[in-house]
């Protein structure tokens, strides 16, 4: 159980267009997801949390009108790279939550932007 | 200071050695603390949840805290090449976030 699936797996696209990641919950329903941004070798940084029908909260520092974030179910949430560049080339993770503590990740989206 | 201290490593192990991962923090806020295990270019898996001081145990894993010297640990018992991989703290006050650990990446030699 608390299967967390992400698409797609890997993604290369060119500076300066859209991509879209999705994120879904297959097996339970999520009332919140998290959307996490990971550097090689370093931790995983949480870019912001989205509760069904709701805004999504982001974390300082992240530009919410780069990192649309929509969350339209209670098993499917969205993030959409606008306008991307070099430097938001990165593997990107969502996790998904029917509490506040336990999260079950995705397997992680890598992007590249060339 | 850092709130989350990890030691990168990497560690490596023969096979059946007992592993110890450490981390520490600052924040004394934090209620619960959390082990994950991410193989590499996969999301994190989590191996172990506590929110108070001492031990638990979950077949070959234990996971210690000790909130007065703000020091956690994981220990891996008769570690397998399986468990080769990044292992990542994990800290959550009385809210959604949580406050990750750098990673210590672990190989265990065969």
């Known amino acids: 159980g608390a299967v967390v699936s992400q698409h797609p797996s890997w993604v290369i696209c060119k500076s300066g267009t859209s991509v879209k990641i999705e994120c879904r919950s297959l097996?339970?329903?999520?009332?919140?997801m998290f959307w996490y941004r990971q550097f090689p070798k370093q931790s995983l940084m949480l870019m912001a949390t989205?509760?069904?029908?709701?805004?999504?909260?982001?974390e300082q520092g992240v530009e919410k009108d780069k990192f649309l974030i929509n969350h339209a179910s209670l098993t499917l949430s969205t993030l959409t790279v606008t306008s991307a560049h070099p430097e938001d080339s990165s593997f990107y993770i969502c996790?998904?939550?029917?509490?506040?503590?336990?999260?079950?990740f995705g397997p992680g989206t890598r992007l590249t932007v060339t | 200071q850092k709130e989350v201290e990890q030691d990168p490593g990497p560690l490596s192990v023969p096979e059946g050695a007992i592993v110890s991962l450490n981390c520490t923090y600052s924040?004394?806020?934090?209620?619960?603390f959390m082990w994950y295990r991410q193989y590499s270019r996969k999301g994190p898996e989590l191996l172990m949840y506590?929110?108070?001081?001492g031990n638990k145990e979950d077949g070959r894993f234990t996971a210690q805290v000790d909130k007065s010297s703000k020091y956690i640990s994981l220990f891996i018992r008769d570690s397998q090449p399986s468990d080769s991989a990044t292992y990542l703290c994990?800290?959550?006050?009385?809210?959604?976030?949580?406050?990750f650990g750098s990673g210590t990446r672990l190989l265990v030699r065969p």
């Open positions: 506590t929110y108070s001081s």
């Open positions: 994990a800290f959550s006050q009385s809210s959604y976030k949580l406050i």
């Open positions: 097996d339970f329903q999520a009332t919140t």
């Open positions: 989205s509760n069904e029908g709701s805004k999504a909260t982001y």
């Open positions: 996790s998904a939550s029917t509490d506040r503590y336990e999260q079950y």
């Open positions: 924040n004394s806020a934090f209620q619960y």
